[in-house]
């Protein structure tokens, strides 16, 4: 167990340092600089070498990284998907509201679809970005600083049970009166700006704007009879970001250029610049093309064969069996904690899986020695869907969808089990290792 626990006790230090999106990013960023990954700006030419390691971010909350292969005529991308965001509450603006003359309540909304009762009764507190002004040579200049509050700031207070005797019997909560995180006194009205610009080391009179989120203080913890489990807020879908992360981290040049992809606003949609129905990943994909030119030059040609010679792996957590409500699985593909990478089918396609893509995922497990399951919905169950046929739509790869047993996602506190984790570094790492060869003669080979 001694390397399942310590890649645990990596992934709830990582989890603990990202409360939102932008942290997540920021923690990305610093591992992939010390690995010797270059950034690369949007806005700005690239100049990429073969063999080369590069990293590029979208909106501060987006962060696509790639290995360069020593081959300039490569055949195609092997990328790994995730999501950077989870549910949550978002801070609105003019987030102070008064109530019975003695308490400052902050004014949220819900972000994405989270579990209302377990945000109730445990520390909170605030996390994001703020936009603020400084001058420069005569000039406004507006930048982005990430934020957060690192102490028990905010929490969400039941209703006793004196007042709500049906509270046990089913509650529905009203995100405009439930929901909203008790933040002090009626002293407290305008003390928000000064603990954000204390905690970013601005000034509150600089501050300009914000995205904020109201983030689980609650440490991770690994626990069990063998202590096999491990729960934490936010391993929906921050697991298969570390893994993936570790993967790209450890990989070698291969024939193929290596892809670690972290999208944000999965939880909502992925409609947004930095989402998966944006063109992050197509405009990336498209620029290292261009950039590894033949000496014959660059055509369009070129890229369109190389989307076709790619694979990606969508990785985003699954549902583990429940103890008490297993009638809610499938009654023969019931993933379990502790017994491996989950396959994802959806006959509705909210998954990529397919018995092509599936065959492939099932041949780099057996290769890294992963154990694999299967999940699929009830037949009377819509289910959820994950980023992988929405990023498919901008860059129409081969995929499959993957992720690992959990119970209670969507919950502010989710659980997974401890050797599922070092499973799927193994899977991923193995992939970014392998080269997987989409071939003109219909055959997909691995080597």
């Known amino acids: 167990m001694e390397e399942y626990r310590r890649n645990a006790e990596k992934l709830l230090d990582f ?44 909106n501060d909350s987006s962060l696509i990284a790639f290995r360069m292969p020593e081959n300039r005529e490569f055949r195609g991308f092997q990328i790994i998907a995730s999501h950077s965001d989870s549910p949550a509450l978002r801070v609105k603006e003019n987030p102070a509201l008064g109530a019975e003359g003695c308490y400052i309540r902050l004014n949220t909304e819900k972000y994405g679809g989270m579990i209302h009762s377990t945000w109730l009764d445990r520390p909170l507190s605030v996390a994001g970005r703020l936009t603020v002004r400084e001058m420069k040579d ?56 000064e603990i954000l610009a204390e905690a970013a080391g601005a000034s509150a009179a600089d501050i300009i704007s914000s995205d904020l989120y109201v983030y689980n203080r609650q440490k991770g913890s690994i626990w069990g009879a063998d202590s096999q489990y491990v729960s934490s807020p936010r391993l929906d879908d921050l697991e298969c970001v570390f893994a993936s992360l570790q993967g790209i981290l450890a990989a070698g040049n291969s024939e193929n250029v290596c892809v670690h992809c972290v999208l944000d606003n999965e939880e909502v949609g992925s409609g947004t610049r930095q989402g998966a129905a944006s063109t992050f990943l197509k405009d990336t994909l498209r620029r290292i093309s261009q950039n590894m030119e033949s000496a014959g030059g660059w055509k369009e040609e070129d890229y369109l064969r190389q989307i076709a010679g790619s694979f990606l792996l969508s990785a985003d957590n699954a549902h ?3 103890p008490n409500r297993g009638e809610k ?47 699929t919905n009830r037949s009377d169950s819509p289910g959820g869907s994950t980023l992988g046929n929405i990023s498919t739509a901008q860059v129409p790869v081969t995929s499959a969808d993957i992720g690992l047993p959990q119970l209670a996602m969507h919950s502010a506190y989710e659980t997974a089990g401890v050797k599922d ?23 997909i080979y691995i080597r």
């Open 320 to 322: 583990a069996v429940h």
């Open 15 to 58: 989890i603990e340092k990202s409360p939102c999106s932008y942290q997540a990013v920021e923690n990305m960023k610093n591992d992939l600089e010390v690995a010797g990954f270059c950034r690369l700006q949007e806005q700005n030419p690239w100049k990429l070498q073969a063999g080369g390691a590069y990293y590029v971010t979208r």
């Open 138 to 193: 005569g000039q406004t200049v507006l930048r982005t600083v990430p934020v957060n509050v690192n102490r028990d700031l905010v929490l969400i207070p039941s209703l006793a049970i004196h007042m709500n005797r049906e509270a046990n019997q089913g509650f529905v909560f009203n995100s405009q009166t439930d929901l909203l995180p008790l933040f002090g006194d009626d002293g407290a009205k305008s003390a928000l700006p």
């Open 329 to 375: 699985a499938d009654p023969v593909n019931r993933p379990r904690m502790n017994e491996g990478v989950v396959l994802k089918f959806s006959g509705n396609q909210n998954y990529t899986s397919d018995g092509l893509s599936s065959a492939v995922v099932r041949l780099l497990c057996d290769k890294a020695d992963v154990p694999q399951q299967v999940f």
């Open 421 to 443: 984790l070092t499973w799927l570094i193994r899977l991923m790492e193995g992939f970014f290792a392998s080269t997987v060869e989409m071939a003109a003669d219909g055959g």
